[in-house]
Structures are given as C-alpha cells and as structure tokens.
C-alpha cells in the first residue's frame, strides 16, 4: 500500500516515516538498489533534483484585472494535472485540501507541515465571513524510482518500540513535478452582501475546464458595474514549487491573477519541475519485513513480533481534536484584543442559554484567557498520547467512546463580550452614528418649519400619531432617523403623506417582521413624482408585522397580518421573514442619506451583531450604494436589556417611507399590558390608512 506525504528537502529514500506527524524517522529503514534512470520529466535528467526555494506570498487585493489566456503546454510530456478550487469554513479544511498533519499542527501550536504551511494565515481565515482554496497538483512523467528494497532491521532493538523508531512507513520514491496554493479570505463588512460577495468570487475563481481558455473575464467585467466588491477586505495568500516565476513580480496578485497562474501552472512545471511529493509504502509489503517478523514471532511467541502503530484509528478523532484547538486559540486571540481595546466591545445580555456572560474587566478577561490556554494544553497533551496510543480514540468493548478530555469551545465562544457596532462601509462618503436616546416629548411637539428636514425631532403629525402612548412610562420612542415631509412632499403626495405608528392599545409584541421596498414602474406616475419614484427604486417603502394578538389569525400574502405604508407585490423586494420567537431584537438600524426624502435601508440585529431580518437599497435592490450614507444605531435605553422591540413609528409618503424610529417596551413593566384574543385589526393602523385588507 502506498501513498503521499508533501516533499521536504530532508527526506531521503529508504527513511522510515511517521504518516500520523509526517516526520522522518531513522536514515536506511530499508535499503535501495535506486534504478538506471532515477528520474525523467521532460527535458530534466538528473539523479537528485535540486530543490527550488519554496515561494510565499501574502497580500490583501481587490479584485480588478482580467486574466490572460494561458499556454497550452508542451506535448512532448504526460502530465497528471489536478485543478480544485471550493469554498472552506475552518481551518480543518484548509490542512485537510493540503494534505497537512493534523497532530503536527496541534504539537507545533500552528499549522504545519512539510515545509509549505507557513503561508496559511490562520486569522484572516478564522475572521473571514468567505474563504476558498485553490490548488493545482501537477505530477509529470517519471520512470520507477527504484527496482529492489530491502528492510533493514536495528539489532537489539525493542520491537514493542518499533514506531518510536522506524515509524509506520517509509519512503519509497519521489513524485517530481509542481503544486500552486493560493488561500482567499474575503471579510465583508455589510453582512447583507456575504452572498452575492459568495457568488461574484465563486464566478471570478471558476479555472478554465482546459489551459489556453479564458476563465473569469466575464465576472470581472460585470463586477466593474455593480458595487459587490464595496466594503470588503481581500487577502490573497499564495505558495508554489516548481514552475519557476509564475508572474510578472510588477503584478499584483488578485483573483483574477491567481486564476491565470493556476491555468498557465501546468505549461511552467513542463520546464520547469521539482520534487513535490514523498512516495510512502508500507513496511508489510516488503517481503524481507515479513519474513524478519516471522522470525521474531517464531522466536518471541505470537505477540513478539515487531508492533506497527495503525494511526488509521484517529484520522476523525485527531481531526476534532484541532478544530477545537484552533477555536480555543481564536478565542485566546480575540480575548488578548479585547484586554487592549475594552472601548471596542460590550457585555453579552445575561439570558438562559447565558447565564454567566464574561464581565468586560481585566481580571474576567484575563481569567478566561487562561481557562483557554488550559484547554489548548490538554488538547495538546491529548495528542501527544495519541501518537503513542492511537487506539485511545477507538470505542471500548461496550461500544463506548471516551469522554473528551477538554471543554467544547463554543461553551466559552458564547459567553465572550460582543463586538460595539461599527461603519457597514469603509468608503469615506459613510458615516455611523448612535443616536441620542432621550424620550420623546409629547407635551410640546414641535414645528417642522423650525428644524432641518433631517432633525430628529417629530412633526406635529408624527406627535399624534403617538399620542394615546406618550405617556406611558413603559414606552420608549427612539428618534426618529430620516427626513421630515417637505413642501415638496406635500404638493406631490396630493395628501398621502401620513404619519404612523404600529402599535396596538394592547402593545402586543411583535412576532413576525418583514420589510418591503419600492419598485418603480414607468407610466404610473407623472412629472417630479415619477423622478422620486425613480430615484426611490429599492428603497424602503412598507414595514409589514404581526402581533402575539395574530396569533390564530390568517396571515396575509407576505406571512404578516399588518402593513404601514405601501407593500409590493413583488416577492423579490421583501426582505426575509424575521421570527421574533426565536430571536430578540436588540438593536435597529437605519440607513438613509440626509436631504434624500427616504430610508435605504432598515436591519434588525440581535445581541451579538447578528442580522435577523433586513433590507438595503444598494443590496437586494441591485442599485449603486448612494453617497453620503449614515447609518443611525437605534437600541432601549442606554443599551440595557429588559426592553422588547414592540413597534415603529415615522412617516411615510405616496412612494416610500420617509423616517422611521423604534418603539420600545420595558418587558413585564408598565400599565395597560393586556393582549387581544380575538386577533382585530388596531385602530392605530386604520388610523393611518396602512392595514392591508
């Protein structure tokens, strides 16, 4: 039985090996009468190859340029040419499509391995939101490299420790050729993008089905005319051997350049080849082996023969081992970034599934940072008896495992602080900002003659709208956030304009939440109003929600019982059906560009920065993201928990929404907190002429 292990320069024929670590063992394991022709590929002919410098190297790029074509190669040569390019989600992926020891990289506290590893960057992986691994392996022809092995045998030795010494294999030959690896990790900062990001790369990184095609030019032109590749961050990790200078070094490595290269890959390694792979083989294929054991066995008794370690056995369980020691060690890292930098991040909400959230002072942080180095070291150490004891990691005689010897990581993950929210866009025209949080004052509304169009402050309307709940004491009306209705609005809307509020007298909690946008349709509309019904393509245009109070009623088209402002019928502006029985809202934002007359966007977040439900004009609607976008943090007063997303105010014209803030409810607090049983539709939503029929 043979099979590979990556090439290192220290590695000699007939050198026992240990498959589990992938580290040599003792020199002439077993001897070789080398043939003739040791090695032949193509116009190469040497005994020993020279080995070229390993090629590193690491960059973060956007993707732009489109690639050339490549070369078809030469067809004096038989060449095996494997390409793969896929989508990985750890670490434990990435070892694994490298053909890495997994217990190397636990013992050396990094990925390892045979001299090709140290260009793996483990943090942009573990922080990336997309990454994908691209390899060619390209084996050329080569003759046998040897005609007669024999084992040879330590006197005096142990065979109980036959391992320790000689390993569970050896090596037997040398494949000659080349490998490409280039490792992408994309972090996107609008996480509404992550999938048409996705799709855009895995288009830009389709290699050619031959070499000599062009692949990717077509993504790369398309991508110039849509905003995908916006506020993202690109690192481009690449090694190679063999194939000598794959680029011009004037140019810079993106997408499209590591597609060129790993279809050009195999015409380069035609000239130009190396060793990239160590032939391993069995020590019971060799007939001298077998013949020595017996002798041993003859001699010592039936368990006197040489002992062969079968790592076989903790291929899955080693694999496991570090996948959590690589969680462990992000959670290290990230816990030694939140001791320098405490401004950057939050308490996680105390809850059921947290009872105990990590407290943001030096002396938890610091705890929980040594609780994690512990963890590591006895992974670490688990490993380590491994690679004495493989068949630890086998099932006992009643068919069950042993119990881990570390604590499952997510355990320690989920009560980590979460990050403060940060700008959705890196471009210099977006800004973020936490609004104040101070109660609305309903005794005195003020004018909107008085204030900017983008004030926080309500209008008179906007005032009534709200008016039988001002003043409850267990209610809080965020800002609101967008432009307030203009003399403009006023002679186009032709009266439609309306404030709204979507609470109910009972202020039954929200259970579903859906947004619609505006999709702009030529005819229907005239003069100044249609340019604002085309400017207002994808906007935000209907907040669509059900109540507990909804709870036996039929929903309508869209999953909800209620409507404010002007629903679509087109399925493909609506956002995805946010469950609040399964997710709290802890955080609202809203995006809009001052003095524009409408909300882009509106997202829903829960405590830990995760999106349940959102819509963004620039994302889902396919436009260009506008410029001078701000992005307002809506949350319960001074961000405590105890307070339930329960409705929204604002107002809206004939086409969009124009502002928005949250409404929301202290939970178990307050007066009037009944619910309705018979599901009847509010009076607040007739009242603003909103409610779907």
């Known amino acids: ?50 080995v070229q410098p390993l090629h ?30 896929r989508s990985v989600s750890n670490m434990a992926d990435i070892i694994d499509a490298l053909n890495l020891s997994a217990s190397a990289s636990i013992k050396y506290g990094t990925v390892k391995g045979s001299g090709s590893a140290s260009f793996v960057n483990e943090n942009k992986v573990s922080q990336s939101d997309v990454s994908y691994i691209i390899t060619v392996k390209v084996t050329n022809e080569t003759s046998t490299i040897a005609d007669h092995m024999v084992f040879n045998p330590l006197e005096n030795m142990d065979p109980r420790h036959f391992t320790d010494f000689f390993g569970d294999c050896f090596i037997s030959g040398f494949l000659e050729g080349g490998e490409f690896s280039a490792i992408i990790s994309i972090k996107v900062n609008d996480k509404s993008k992550i999938r048409e990001v996705k799709a855009a790369a895995e288009v830009d990184l389709a290699i050619a089905a031959a070499p000599g095609l062009t692949a990717g030019a077509s993504s790369s032109v398309d991508k110039k005319k849509t905003s995908v590749w916006n506020d993202t961050e690109t690192t481009i990790s690449v090694n190679w051997s063999g194939g000598g200078e794959i680029k011009d070094p004037a140019t810079k490595w993106d997408l499209a350049t590591v597609v060129d290269v790993a279809s050009r890959f195999p015409h380069l390694v035609e000239t130009s080849a190396q060793r990239t792979s160590a032939i391993l083989t069995k020590y019971s294929s060799l007939r001298s082996f077998v013949s020595a054991n017996a002798t041993l066995i003859a001699k010592n008794g039936p368990t006197g023969g040489y002992s062969i370690k079968n790592y076989e056995l903790c291929q899955l369980y080693t694999m496991d081992l570090f996948s959590a020691y690589m969680a462990y060690k992000s959670i290290w890292t990230q816990l030694s970034d939140m001791m320098k930098h405490t401004h950057r991040f939050q308490e996680r909400e105390k809850s059921k599934d947290v009872p105990d959230p990590i407290a943001l002072t030096a002396e938890s942080l610091n705890e929980a940072r040594l609780f994690a180095r512990k963890e590591m070291t006895l ?13 630890l990691s086998d099932v006992d005689d009643n068919g069950e495992q042993r119990p881990l010897p570390y604590t499952y990581p997510g355990k320690l993950a989920i009560r980590l602080p979460v990050g403060l929210p940060h700008p959705i866009s890196k471009t210099p025209h977006t800004t973020i900002t936490k609004t104040a949080q101070t109660k609305i004052p309903h005794s005195a509304p003020s004018d909107p003659s008085t204030s900017s169009r983008n004030s926080h402050k309500p209008t008179k309307e906007e005032t009534a709208a709200i008016s039988a709940f001002a003043a409850r004491d267990d209610l809080y009306f965020s800002p609101l956030c967008g432009d307030a209705p203009s003399l403009t609005h006023a002679l186009l809307d032709r009266g439609k304009h309306k404030a709204f509020c979507t609470l ?7 259970t579903k939440v859906r947004f619609h946008a505006h999709e702009h349709h030529y005819g229907d509309l005239f003069g100044d109003c249609r340019r604002h019904s085309k400017s207002s393509q994808g906007c935000l245009a209907a907040i669509a929600f059900s109540t507990r109070a909804n709870a036996t009623a039929r929903p309508l088209e869209d999953g909800t019982h209620h409507r404010v402002g002007h629903p679509n019928g087109n399925l493909t502006y609506w956002s995805r059906l946010a469950d609040l029985g399964f997710a709290k809202v802890a955080k609202v934002l809203v995006e809009y560009v001052p003095g524009s007359g409408r909300v882009a966007g509106l997202v829903l977040r829960d405590a830990g920065g995760n999106e349940i439900t959102s819509w963004r004009q620039y994302g889902q609607a396919k436009v260009e993201r506008p410029k001078g976008v701000r992005v307002e943090v809506q949350s319960p007063p001074d961000g405590k928990a105890g307070w339930l997303l329960v409705g929204f105010w604002g107002s809206v014209d004939a086409v969009v929404v124009l502002r928005v803030g949250a409404v929301w409810k202290r939970e178990g607090g307050g007066h009037g907190g009944g619910m309705w049983a018979d599901g009847s539709e509010s009076e607040v939503s007739r009242s603003v002429g909103s409610s779907a029929r």
């Open 1 to 50: 039985m043979s099979f590979l292990a990556p090439f290192s320069s220290y590695m000699k024929l007939g050198q026992g090996f240990n498959s589990y670590t992938q580290e040599v063992c003792i020199e002439d394991a077993v001897l070789v009468e080398p043939n003739q022709a040791i090695s032949r590929s193509s116009s190469i002919f040497h005994p020993q190859v020279p």
């Open 56 to 85: 590193v190297c690491s960059e973060a790029a956007a993707p732009s340029s489109v690639p050339e074509k490549a070369a078809p190669p030469g067809k004096n040569l038989s060449q095996i040419v494997t390409y793969s390019s």
């Open 379 to 391: 992974i670490a150490d688990e490993n380590a008896r491994l690679i004495r004891e493989p068949e």
């Open 504 to 510: 109910e007298p009972s202020l039954s909690a929200l």
